[in-house]
């Protein structure tokens, strides 16, 4: 995680994206998994932003669990 804190926190834009694969637990006690991407850009401003998307990826990641049981 501090990797994803030390990209999000730098002064210039980068080529290279910040993915993170999170475990969460939901008010219900469900487990999920969100996978974030995101890129840093420099906004017409001169501000460093980013731009990325977050996935709900539980289905994909209980069958990988799921075949490294079996």
Known sequence: M????AAFFRNEPSDDAIQQEFRLTAKSGALRYLRMVARSIRATSGAVEYVGALADVTDSRNAQNALMEA
Do not use: H, S
């Open 2 to 5: 501090e990797g994803v804190a």
